[in-house]
């Protein structure tokens, strides 16, 4: 499961080159989906909005399976 726990952007099914995700569902501010063999998951997010005044905005996502999670710091 990947949570979007701040921040502003959109999760979405595909990467950037626009090749499908397999095995992700995304809903709001979370996506769930499953390993493929290797054990790997990957999700699709663009940041949203950057204040007036700034350079860059930061985001925070979780990814978590297992009662195991890690937290990944976008800017």
Known sequence: TFILA???GTFNIFTSAGVLIPNLT???TSCTGTT???GRA???FVATSVPAGSSY???TI???ANAQSVNFLLT
Do not use: H, L, P
């Open 6 to 8: 701040s921040g502003q």
């Open 42 to 44: 990957a999700v699709g």
């Open 62 to 64: 979780t990814a978590s």
């Open 36 to 38: 493929d063999a290797q």
């Open 57 to 59: 905005t930061q985001q």
């Open 26 to 28: 995304c809903s709001g």
